[in-house]
């Protein structure tokens, strides 16, 4: 089972005709392959790269700190400025830096004397369009290993640049001022500042950050000075624990910030603050029940910031300023549970990092197991086995979408040549917390959570592979479990579990009656037809999982009644459907488009006028349009277009079959790798690349032609 790729580059290694080594290559292959450590060859044996989706030399140069001085320019769109690499040598002869960029204009490059430095400019194997560009510095000597010096580079950003989102006012909940957040992960601070961009360099930095008044920025960071000016604010930012480029963020425009607990904050725009308030206002609880599962918090505060109602993805766990979207005030506070998932990455993602991409799983799969740890503490077994059961299906329909067969639906896909985003998906999430629940049912909770402690403590501000998490996984029970280890050991099946595509190996049952309840309702509905329940009532006690199930049971079954069941259904929970959860209140409508109950499209267009999240708009624009709603789609779409961030606009345009721009085609290639804007986000909502009615419809046309 090794692939011909692979066995392409040993036979290069051997030199000449390679013979003799392919003999002793295919011994050593055979040996190791009976003890399963085919990840260990992979990763030895084949010599691949520190990190694949980077263009530095990661292997002979490290940045152990930097420096950036930035004057953000909304008219211009651009940042304007300079950073200062701490590099350190981890070679015996280093001569030059390259590091990562991507839609950057580089001024020019001095040491730490101001004596300009000599670069080039490269694109490396015709790889900008996927990777970026490669900026090779020349030092003016030879360094050795372990010796220190620094770097300045000057330079300016375009709007070109992959992490950047600039928003008009017209996008902002104020509807007054400009308004910038950016997206790091996964390659694009090299689009923020020139640097290393690999999860492999974890480095400390510093801000000086200049905004026009009456602006305010935050970086993922702590605000450690704040000087107020006639013409401009004057800021300074710190972060003392080391970072992975990835988790570098900014957000700027008008942006305040309230405390809700002791070590948590709320930041918003003034106009949505009150109410942002509300819903977090006991967020200092999550944080508390996740550090009782793991360890404790480290980062000092914990600060999330809702963003302007255009914001089209989900959201981000930049450390000290994770992002969210405003799809999550919806006034009873029953979306606030997935900040556990953010909170949980202070631990897995932040404290402990993927050290490459192929690694992601290690992020993302301990994340959401101790964020439904943390979970189960606060709602209860049955909420936490709902929420895995509707995390399995999300997990079941990314690999649909993939092919079970496709190299991404495995835990460590193979990225060469690739940009990590193509991998993003429910994937590493989901099949990531099946196999470490997988393994917490051979050893036990107690043992399971005793080595979660204790990886993390020994990597802490470390980056890991996969191979780390197994070697010391194995090594950890044999010394706590003593005789009994090894038949627990010898029932994981490493390699199935870690490079096979597919389905997860073994799968846990978690299955519970909040399951039954919310189908054996929906189901109560349709053969009604038309009447409504006595035992209508329970809706009222759903989580609110629960209430989507029950919707997307009813669009399971949309072709078995008629309109008046819909009318039933809003008779009896309108107060639920009004479009304040959007969870909720997709597939509702979608329900609403698809059997004709057209009462309902004043609330769809006001939705729709209020809400900037392609995770909600792409499947209602798409549905109204495989309905024979297309020009009242047109219609809401042209009202609104000015609201819509650029990136949103794209895909309706692509729903709608409308014309696309060439801006359109560069946004929708670029997002067409970025799974997160559509399919899966950091705020879990179990989100597919289209929801069930979508898909039904699709599946209908195809039978028609």
């Known amino acids: 089972g090794i692939n011909a790729e692979y066995m392409g580059r040993i036979f290069k290694m051997g030199g000449g005709s390679g013979f003799p080594f392919v003999k002793v290559t295919i011994f050593v292959l055979t040996f190791f392959a009976a003890f399963g450590t085919y990840q260990f060859l992979r990763r030895i044996i084949l010599r691949q790269p520190i990190d694949q989706a980077s263009l530095s030399n990661l292997d002979e140069v490290t940045t152990d700190h930097f420096d950036l001085n930035w004057t953000i320019d909304f008219e211009g769109k651009k940042i304007m400025g300079r950073i200062t690499l701490s590099l350190r040598s981890l070679s015996y002869s280093l001569s030059k830096v390259n590091l990562d960029m991507q839609a950057l204009n580089i001024h020019s490059v001095t040491d730490e004397n101001g004596a300009n430095l000599n670069f080039n400019i490269n694109d490396v194997n015709h790889m900008a369009d996927v990777l970026g560009l490669q900026l090779e510095i020349l030092l003016p000597k030879v360094y050795t290993r372990g010796q220190t010096f620094k770097i300045n580079i000057y330079y300016e950003t375009t709007d070109k640049g992959n992490a950047f989102s600039w928003l008009t006012p017209e996008q902002t909940a104020g509807k007054k001022y400009p308004y910038l957040f950016t997206q790091c992960e996964p390659i694009y601070c090299r689009s923020l500042a020139p640097l290393q961009d690999s999860p492999s360099v974890k480095s400390t930095y510093t801000a000086n950050v200049i905004v026009p008044v009456p602006m305010m920025a935050y970086l993922s960071g702590n605000l450690t000075k704040f000087t107020p000016g006639k013409d401009f604010n004057y800021l300074t930012f710190e972060s003392t624990i080391p970072i992975p480029s990835y988790l570098l963020a900014i957000v700027a425009g008008n942006v305040v910030q309230k405390q809700t607990g002791p070590r948590t904050y709320v930041l918003t725009e003034p106009e949505m603050l009150d109410s942002v308030f509300y819903e977090f206002a006991y967020m200092e609880n999550f944080l508390i029940a996740v550090e009782n599962y793991i360890l404790p918090y480290l980062w000092g505060v914990y600060k999330i910031v809702i963003l302007p109602p255009s914001f089209p993805f989900g959201g981000m766990e930049n450390p000290l300023l994770t992002f969210a979207s405003p799809t999550l005030i919806v006034g009873d506070r029953s979306q606030t549970t997935v900040v556990t998932h953010e909170m949980a990455h202070s631990w897995t993602g932040n404290t402990i990092t993927c050290r490459n991409w192929e690694s992601f799983w290690i992020n993302e799969g301990l994340t959401v197991f101790i964020e439904r740890k943390g979970d189960l503490s606060l709602k209860g077994q049955e909420f936490y086995r709902l929420d895995s059961y509707v995390g399995y299906q999300g997990l079941q329909d990314a690999i649909k979408d993939y092919g079970a067969d496709s190299n991404f639906t495995s835990l460590t896909p193979i990225l060469k040549g690739r940009n990590p985003d193509d991998a993003f998906s429910t994937v590493p999430y989901e099949k990531g917390f099946q196999f470490i629940s997988f393994l917490e049912s051979l050893v036990g909770a107690d043992q399971?959570?005793?080595?979660?402690?204790?990886?993390?403590?020994?990597?802490?501000?470390?980056?890991?592979?996969?191979?780390?998490?197994?070697?010391?996984?194995?090594?950890?029970?044999?010394?706590?479990?003593?005789?009994?280890?090894?038949?627990?050991?010898?029932?994981?099946?490493?390699?199935?579990?870690?490079?096979?595509?597919?389905?997860?190996?073994?799968?846990?049952?978690?299955?519970?009656?909040?399951?039954?309840?919310?189908?054996?309702?929906?189901?109560?509905?349709?053969?009604?037809?038309?009447?409504?329940?006595?035992?209508?009532?329970?809706?009222?006690?759903?989580?609110?999982?629960?209430?989507?199930?029950?919707?997307?049971?009813v669009l399971d079954r949309v072709e078995s009644f008629y309109v008046n069941v819909v009318q039933a259904i809003y008779e009896a929970y309108s107060a639920d459907l009004s479009g304040k959860n959007a969870e909720i209140f997709t597939p509702w409508i979608c329900l609403c488009i698809t059997r004709g109950y057209t009462d309902r499209f004043q609330e769809m267009e006001s939705f729709l006028s209020s809400v900037g999240r392609i995770k909600y708009l792409h499947p209602i624009y798409r549905t109204l349009a495989l309905t024979g709603n297309r020009n009242l789609a047109i219609q809401i779409f042209n009202k609104n277009l000015n609201f819509y961030h650029p990136i949103a606009a794209a895909f309706i345009r692509k729903d709608l079959g409308l014309t696309l721009s060439i801006e359109d085609e560069e946004i929708l290639t670029?997002?067409?790798?970025?799974?997160?804007?559509?399919?899966?986000?950091?705020?879990?909502?179990?989100?597919?690349?289209?929801?069930?009615?979508?898909?039904l419809l699709l599946e209908k046309k195809k039978e028609e032609t």
């Open 448 to 553: 399971m959570q005793g080595f979660l402690r204790y990886f993390i403590t020994k990597y802490q501000y470390k980056s890991v592979v996969t191979s780390d998490f197994q070697e010391e996984f194995i090594e950890y029970m044999k010394k706590k479990l003593g005789h009994s280890a090894e038949s627990k050991l010898k029932q994981i099946d490493w390699n199935l579990w870690l490079l096979a595509p597919g389905l997860p190996v073994k799968t846990i049952d978690f299955s519970t009656y909040l399951i039954d309840d919310a189908k054996a309702l929906a189901d109560k509905f349709i053969n009604g037809g038309g009447s409504i329940p006595p035992d209508a009532d329970k809706w009222q006690k759903f989580e609110s999982n629960q209430k989507v199930l029950f919707l997307n049971r």
């Open 670 to 695: 670029k997002i067409s790798r970025t799974s997160r804007s559509v399919s899966y986000t950091h705020l879990r909502a179990h989100e597919t690349p289209e929801h069930l009615v979508c898909r």
